[in-house]
């Protein structure tokens, strides 16, 4: 089904749920001409995956009691993996209203949210296709996990709010720019931050400033919850902070994508 058989079929009001249906049908179905996208996505986390246990693993010490360095670097190099991935919506998103796409989906009686939702729904389904390439990857290199289907079932349920969160950040970078350099760019500091956490490294071993940051950046506690996760052990309050972070940036991103998308379009 295409938006022109949305059009066609009625003149009333607009179907949010049905909309966004088809539109996110769209652009899966561009993902599915150009599978080299996820596995693009999926090539820079998995270089850094191997790098790190097999060249500087052996020289890092991480405190922990038992495991071995890859069951430590796996949660960072999972938010590395969505936060390459979804400058992929701001590109398409961009390429869409620069192509004039997005202003014939709002002349046409479709909800005008199923436009970002899809956008935002593609961006879900690709992510976590790429972390279950790295997560396959990484069960090759070593990883092994004590989690039971319900620890497994939480670290998916963080991932989603973490890729959902992160493309509403890409949704107002991809109706904000003027380039699609300047789409993209905003995904370079998202990438950089798991670097300045608890993902590398602990972050009593960094200098004092730098040790405040990671300790109290959202990234420490996502990934400090999800190695908790995996490795079967209690998590304690770093999932609520963790979630707190996680909530409460996806609500703030969702707003302001919804006001400069109305402001667009006025």
Do not use: C
Not at 158 to 170: H, K, R, S, Y
């Amino acid at each position: 089904m295409t938006t022109q058989t949305i059009a066609a079929r009625r003149t009333g009001a607009a179907h949010p749920l049905a909309d966004t249906g088809v539109l996110t049908g769209r652009s899966l179905r561009h993902i599915l001409r150009s599978p080299d996208t996820i596995i693009t996505t999926a090539v820079t986390p998995v270089a850094l995956l191997l790098l790190f246990v097999f060249v500087f693993g052996g020289a890092i010490e991480t405190g922990a009691a038992g495991g071995s360095y890859i069951d430590y670097l796996l949660p960072g190099i999972l938010l590395i993996t969505v936060a390459s991935g979804v400058s992929y919506t701001a590109y398409r998103l961009f390429l869409d209203k620069q192509g004039g796409v997005f202003e014939r989906f709002q002349s046409m009686p479709i909800a005008r949210s199923s436009v970002l939702w899809a956008h935002v729904l593609t961006s879900l389904v690709a992510n976590l296709v790429a972390v279950a390439i790295v997560i396959g990857v990484a069960l090759l290199a070593g990883f092994r996990t004590g989690a039971g289907l319900g620890a497994w079932l939480a670290v998916v349920g963080i991932l989603v709010l973490f890729t959902l969160a992160l493309t509403w950040l890409a949704v107002i970078a991809g109706l904000w720019a003027k380039t699609i350099d300047g789409a993209t760019a905003f995904s370079y500091p998202l990438i950089f931050l798991p670097f300045i956490s608890s993902a590398f490294v602990p972050t009593a071993s960094m200098p004092g400033p730098v040790a405040w940051f990671a300790e109290h950046q959202p990234v420490t506690a996502i990934v400090d919850t999800m190695r908790a996760l995996f490795a079967g052990q209690p998590v304690g309050g770093e999932i609520w902070v963790a979630l707190a972070w996680l909530v409460g940036l996806l609500v703030v991103v969702q707003v302001l994508a919804g006001v400069i998308q109305r402001r667009s379009t006025r």
